[in-house]
């Protein structure tokens, strides 16, 4: 099943304190998926910020994270509210599908 995600955003740079926010489009036709933000320390490290279900009615927040999801228009903006120097990484958007195949064997 072919899915997409997005990022157009070049480097940013915020004051520490400041709040910013990153937008990320996706597109899937599955019903059922999860997306996730994760950020890449200088040292290489992915470290997984915060997830939004796609059935999950309000939008998920994580200490000064926090996320606005909007699923008819494939949307997940995270928001960093008083950023530290430590929040200084690069931010990916990643979606998962959910979709549960069943595979049938012979007895």
Request: charged content about 20%; aromatic content about 10%; overall charge neutral.
């Amino acid at each position: 099943m072919a899915q997409t995600v997005t990022q157009s955003q070049p480097e940013m740079s915020v004051q520490e304190a400041e709040t910013t926010t990153l937008d990320c489009t996706y597109d899937t036709k599955d019903s059922n998926y999860y997306l996730f933000w994760y950020k890449q320390t200088p040292s290489g490290q992915m470290i997984l910020i915060i997830r939004q279900g796609a059935y999950k009615q309000e939008n998920a927040t994580e200490n000064r994270f926090s996320v606005n999801f909007q699923k008819a228009a494939k949307s997940l903006s995270l928001k960093i509210s008083d950023s530290q120097l430590g929040d200084a990484a690069v931010y990916f958007c990643a979606l998962m599908e959910n979709t549960v195949r069943q595979a049938t064997g012979r007895g």
